[in-house]
């Protein structure tokens, strides 16, 4: 790309590029290896809201992936700063797991199910009929619906999984109310990453799986961009985007020679 400095930060999605569910991608440790010898700020940037860093730093160093805990970032810490920023110490009705319920209540928030401000939706593995009912009646009594992230869905070794994206169709469906999305491709998380790595955007990269997510808040953001194959992007869906990567390339394993 003509006049770009050379990258010295790296953003990199998750699942897709490093993992399927609990699968780690070829040459992913490599990467991964060289990106910490080399010393450069880099950050996993997910989209996905179940874990704590803490839990997913132990589910990666699991598949034979180092990542440190503050080296991850995740659409429910964006969220829980997201709303920190917008109605400090306020309360909460959350479907979602540890990664999101940890993250409000390290923000201040309290979780409830009477009058929340927010009703807020994050990535579970197990949906319920119940909590789904309970969520479209606060939002049809008021309370405000927060998405952590637009995923319809996420990928795995088996094929696509449905995600929180699709989820929140179905209580859009419902209530005619369509939620804030604080993930990627939002702006904001990628800010708050960019803060995160002490990166610059002129001098970054984000590498992802998705052109909806991924490569469109890495461009928007101003960052040298990096497709992988390995996720849910196929190479003959690039073309039927209005914009392209910086790169598009097999796996991250073609990615160590740059770093
Ligand atoms: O969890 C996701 C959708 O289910 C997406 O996660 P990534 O942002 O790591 O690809
Ligand atoms: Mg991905």
Redesign the pocket.
């Known amino acids: 790309m003509a006049d770009r400095k050379p990258i010295e930060s790296w953003l990199t999605?998750?699942?897709?590029?490093l993992i399927h569910e609990g699968t780690p991608i070829p040459g992913a440790e490599e990467f991964l290896r060289r990106l910490r010898e080399s010393g450069k700020p880099f950050l996993v940037l997910?989209?996905?809201s179940i874990y704590t860093p803490r839990d997913l730093s132990a589910r990666l160093a699991g598949m034979g992936l180092d990542v440190p805990e503050e080296s991850i970032w995740t659409s429910a810490l964006a969220t829980a700063q997201f709303l920190k920023g917008q109605r400090p110490g306020g309360t909460a009705y959350v479907i979602g797991e540890a990664g999101l319920t940890t993250a409000l209540y390290q923000a201040g928030y309290v979780l409830t199910d009477n009058n929340p401000d927010y009703v807020v939706l994050g990535?579970t593995r197990t949906y319920s009929f119940e909590a789904l009912t309970k969520a479209i009646r606060l939002i049809n009594q008021g309370a405000r619906f927060i998405c952590t992230?637009p995923?319809e869905?996420?990928p795995s070794t088996e094929g696509v999984?449905p995600?929180?994206g699709s989820v929140a169709a179905l209580i859009t469906k419902a209530t005619g109310v369509e939620p804030y999305f604080v993930g990627?491709p939002n702006p904001l998380m990628m800010r708050e990453a960019l803060n995160t790595a002490g990166a610059h955007s002129e001098s970054a990269v984000m590498i992802g799986?998705?052109m909806d997510?991924?490569i469109v808040a890495g461009m928007e953001a101003g960052m040298e961009t990096i497709l992988v194959l390995t996720?849910l992007t196929a190479a003959a869906d690039v073309e039927r985007f209005p914009y392209r990567p910086t790169r598009v390339v097999n796996s991250v394993a073609d990615l160590v020679e740059l770093i």
């Open positions: 999605d998750m699942d897709g590029v997910t989209n996905n990535e992230n995923d869905t996420g999984l995600a929180t990627k799986d998705r997510t991924d996720g």
